[in-house]
């Protein structure tokens, strides 16, 4: 394991782009620099920002957690830790050696994971290579190994283009076609719908809740029911619009849809100050 560490994190470099500017920083400035990015970094899953904390990657980086391919690009590392930050879980690094060779310096050092209440549940040793961009210090290969083994409550899938949850909400009203319709052939058609509803659920479909919209509700949707999903992908909510669409769902109800990937609230706060 530690010669295939070793060999991954050599070819890692080799891939690098052979740039000809200098830095001009001591290792002890550079270490410095180092420790106040995992300050921010610390700050940024602590707070559930993912995409801040991926603005310490350079756009090309590349990841590698332990028996996981490596993943590459600073999108797909915003994902892979959104993961960890959704898990309730937080990373403490511990630099102990820095060395600077012109625009990039070599990082070793150990890592420990928590859980929610600051228990040790994971540890191991990490080589890095830093690469200096516009006077900002960015990672730019990130070599994990482990030395404590991993508990099995800890999912990091490390690969590009990851499944990740979906909330999806419907509100629906009843036609006329509905109304129009006996107790027995309503009931008849709830069988037929539910047994593509379970079909979904053992798949890994999750129904949060189901509701009747409260009258009084402020700046209330017309619409008197709505259902609210949990998805494993974006794959399993078509699966279930396909469902209803094919059960005649829609020859039976007027209904609105909204669906998305699952985020954090502060993601969704920096999303809309950006706005334009």
């Known amino acids: 394991m530690r010669h295939s560490i070793l060999l991954v994190f050599i070819l890692s470099i080799i891939a690098l782009p ?3 500017q200098t830095s001009g920083d001591t290792s002890e400035e550079v270490r410095m620099a180092i420790q106040q990015n995992f300050q921010q970094m610390v700050a940024a899953m ?10 310490y990657f350079t756009e090309d980086a590349l990841l590698k957690f332990p028996g996981e391919e490596p993943v590459k690009g600073r999108k797909a590392i915003e994902e892979i830790h959104q993961q960890i930050i959704d898990q309730g879980f937080g990373i403490r ?9 012109g625009n990039l310096a070599f990082e070793i050092g150990t890592y420990e994971m928590l859980d929610k209440q600051g228990e040790k549940i994971d540890q191991g040793h990490y080589a890095t290579v830093w ?16 030395t404590k083994e991993t508990p099995s409550e800890i999912v990091v899938t490390a690969k590009p283009g990851i499944a990740r949850d979906h909330l999806y909400v419907e509100l629906w009203n009843p036609k006329q076609a509905w109304l129009d319709l006996s107790t027995e052939e309503r009931q008849s058609f709830f069988s037929k719908v539910g047994g593509e509803i379970e079909k979904l659920t053992g798949a890994g479909v999750e129904v949060l809740g189901f509701a009747v919209n409260d009258k009084e ?18 794959d399993h909510v078509e699966m279930l619009e396909n469902s209803v669409s094919q059960a005649g769902w829609y020859d039976y109800f007027e209904q609105v849809n909204a ?7 502060p993601a969704v706060l920096e999303d809309m100050i950006k706005l334009k």
């Open 217 to 234: 509700t402020p700046n209330r949707s017309d619409h008197k029911y709505i259902a609210v999903w949990k998805m494993p992908s974006k």
């Open 259 to 265: 669906r998305g990937e699952l985020i954090s609230p």
């Open 18 to 20: 052979v740039k000809s």
């Open 131 to 146: 690469e200096k961009e516009d006077d900002q210090w960015r990672i730019s290969r990130d070599i994990i190994s482990r």
């Open 46 to 55: 602590a707070a559930g920002n993912a995409r801040e904390l991926s603005m």
């Open 93 to 101: 690094p511990n630099t102990q050696e820095v060395q600077v060779a």
